[in-house]
């Protein structure tokens, strides 16, 4: 039945040049034209018009047409038998014999309800989606560009610009500053005033002038409208000017004026840059009709209609002899009979319908094309030497800080309650300790002052988690796109921590030090300054570790928690290392408290190791003329098995664990973006 809706009136149009070279940029491969609009600007005139000199109104892109040959695509699900170690993992098809074509200054949307393949389409268009390593999920070759077959993945993801369906987006940017990071990534080969010139044309051709200086925004931050920021996410796609543009359901979560604004947009970019614009739209309005060329419904990842909407309206009408009532439209009216279609079983008859009428469609569509026999080039930044790999690293670290700073300064929540925490705490416990006895319950005190500052410090840099999980998202999307390496972004976020955290160990630092009056020493303030510099380091890195491996905000926070409360207990303060289980000792060494705490112990008694701090007044026995002492700082010491001193040891381990939670974080974060799909 589904199978009546097949159209076989879209022939492949042969492309227009007989070369191909993706992404260059040279201008022979370019003609002078005059680009005039001749949809409705109604919906952006709050943008002064682009200037006639500007470089996307200058020049006329060759074009790229878009074909889609027999493509079936299937996923592993895994066995839900309880023995599922030994059983085949079952594979389900998703898409079944996907053929189309998509022209150059066209819009074809792909329709159809939820679950039918739109997304996976439209991530395999733009290499997204690879092959499983033990069973091939589809074949690349069913995809071709000006009739020339992609022999890979990645051959389609530089030369299609992919909108998903999110706004991943950081808030805290300007849209200027958005598109001004993108283009510097993107755009590394070109020279700031060119960057500059491109973003500002950018903005006037999306409408976004009179917002260039407004934050982006999200739910927690106020920022710019739903509709201007879907806009600014098909800006970050557009700043390098690919000649396919791929979009997923731009106007999910839009109000109706703000969706056709946007595919307005979309529809005169496509006429002016000669852009070739595939989207998929769960159930368009009626206005958004006019604006696009050609339909491809799915149904349970088959096609039953492809081309225009007046030979959609045609089937309905005369082959299927259904009336389509007058407050729908013939693509609301088919989306309905597809939504009653899939409730019920296809039958034998319908299933053998549709296979002959497939076979007669690819005989029609898809006649033998001759080969134009056009070099297929594409221009590899791997090939690049020493040189330009070591410039290019460097100029996305400086660029990454850059950002990070901004984002830092912005976001209140962590500049302003990281050091207002810092120096409100630094004080209070000042306060509490003020002036503490060098007597044995002075030892007592001291030890429970470091533990307790070894918790504040350690827990306080959970505040950092949603930061972290709200930057992850945009990293994966940048990184997998190739914008920038995964260990550019943690030097960078590295570089930029370690300013800021000195800052924060100072503030708390120096006034608990001498309002409680700890050791008098001047290498002795400097080493706890040290000390509480690397606590926070320490606690960053484990912060960025478990935000990598944690789905949301309420498990990392979790996770944290019970992390850290581990360490803490194995830390030796509670228990001491003679008496922990054996089969827990383990933990005794990766605790991240236990080395700072001898350390800040050390550091306060090791200089004062031969000095009294407890006499035996009651016994009339002297030494030399004095009392008995019955406390030193080496017994301090001993009684926590510090013997010999452990300080400059355990700056090392701490600076270990600092780099470790780096690099678990840089490998996790490298292998999401590897095989992320944004």
């Known amino acids: 039945m589904a199978a009546c809706f097949q159209q076989g009136n879209n022939v492949v149009n042969n492309g227009d040049t007989d070369s191909v070279i993706l992404f260059s940029n040279s201008d022979d491969h370019y003609s002078h034209e005059d680009q005039t609009s001749t949809a409705s600007p109604s919906s952006f ?51 079944k014999s996907i053929s189309f074509t998509a022209k150059s200054s ?31 999920n589809f074949d690349p070759k069913s995809i071709s560009i000006n009739d020339h077959p992609t022999g890979h993945s990645s051959q389609l993801k530089k030369i299609c610009g992919f909108v998903a369906q999110e706004d991943n ?52 931050h106020r920022g710019i409208s739903g509709g201007e920021r879907k806009r600014v996410s098909i800006g970050v796609e557009m700043i390098q000017d690919p000649p396919i543009l791929l979009l997923d359901e731009p106007t999910s979560g839009l109000d109706s004026t703000s969706a056709l604004q946007v595919i307005e947009l979309l529809s005169i970019v496509a006429r002016t840059k000669k852009l070739t614009v595939v989207l998929s739209i769960h159930q368009p309005s009626y206005r958004i009709l006019q604006y696009i060329s050609s339909y491809l419904v799915l ?36 989306m309905e009979i597809v939504r009653t279609l899939e409730d019920y079983t296809c039958s034998k008859e319908s299933n053998d319908i549709n ?45 990454l800080c850059s950002r990070f700073w901004k984002i830092i300064y912005r976001t209140k929540q962590l500049f302003l309650a990281r050091t207002m925490q810092a120096l409100v705490g630094g004080f209070g416990l000042g306060s509490v300790y003020i002036k503490m006895r060098r007597d044995e319950g002075g030892v007592a005190e001291r030890l429970g002052l470091f533990a307790f500052s070894l918790s504040f410090l350690l827990s306080s840099t959970v505040e950092a988690l949603p930061i972290f999980l709200q930057e992850r998202q945009v990293l994966m999307k940048e990184s997998s796109r190739g ?34 009056g700890l050791n008098p020493s001047s290498a002795a303030f400097l080493f706890f300054i040290l000390v509480v510099w690397l606590i926070l380091l320490m606690a960053s890195s484990l912060v960025l570790f478990l935000s990598a491996v944690s789905p949301d905000f309420i498990s990392g926070n979790s996770l944290i928690c019970t992390v850290l409360g581990a360490f ?26 236990r080395y700072p705490l001898d350390s800040l112990l050390a550091n306060e008694y090791w200089s004062l190791s031969n000095k009294c701090f407890s006499w035996n007044i009651n016994d009339s026995s002297t030494v030399n003329g004095q009392p008995k002492c019955l406390l030193t700082g080496n017994d301090v010491l001993k009684s926590r098995g510090l013997e010999d001193d452990p300080r400059w040891i355990n700056v090392g381990i701490m600076v270990g664990f600092f780099v470790f939670y780096r690099l678990l974080g840089w490998i996790i974060l490298s292998r999401r973006s590897s095989k992320t799909t944004l």
Not at 70 to 86: A, D, G, R, W
Not at 490 to 515: C, E, Q, R, S
Not at 581 to 590: G, K, L, N, Q, T
């Open 45 to 95: 005139n709050n943008s002064p018009p682009s200037d006639h000199h500007e470089y996307y109104h200058r020049y006329k892109k060759t074009n790229y047409n878009l074909t889609v040959t027999n493509l079936s695509y299937s996923t592993q699900l895994p066995s839900t038998s309880f023995f599922h170690f030994f059983s085949k993992p079952k594979i389900v098809p998703i898409l």
């Open 106 to 136: 066209e819009i074809i949307a792909i329709v159809g309800p939820s679950g039918t393949g739109k997304s996976t389409l439209l991530r395999i268009l733009s290499g997204r989606v690879v092959n499983h390593e033990n069973y091939t």
């Open 169 to 220: 987006l950081l808030p805290l940017l300007t849209v200027k500053e958005t598109l001004m990071f993108s283009a510097k990534f993107s755009l590394k080969q070109l020279s700031w005033k060119e960057r500059e010139s491109r973003v500002s044309s950018l903005l006037k051709d999306l409408g976004l002038w009179n917002v260039a200086e407004s934050f982006v925004g999200d739910e927690e």
């Open 299 to 334: 149904s349970r990842g088959s096609v039953v209609h492809n081309g225009s909407l007046e030979s959609l309206e045609e089937t309905i009408r005369s082959k299927l002899g259904i009336q389509i009532p007058v407050q729908l439209n013939a693509l609301e009216f088919a």
């Open 355 to 399: 296979n002959n009428h497939r076979d007669h469609m690819e005989v029609v569509m898809w006649p033998d094309r001759e080969d134009f026999g056009g070099s297929y080039e594409v221009h590899d930044q791997n090939t690049a030497t020493y040189h330009w790999f070591f410039s290019n690293f460097l100029f996305e670290i400086m660029f």
């Open 483 to 516: 914008a920038y390496r995964i260990s550019s972004y943690m030097i960078a976020n590295t570089l930029v921590f370690l300013p800021f955290l000195f800052v924060v160990a100072i503030l708390f630092a120096v006034p608990l030090y001498w309002i409680v």
């Open 568 to 593: 803490f207990l194995f830390s030796g303060y509670f228990i001491p290392k003679e008496s922990i289980p054996r089969y827990w000792i383990f933990m005794y060494y990766v605790s991240l408290y």
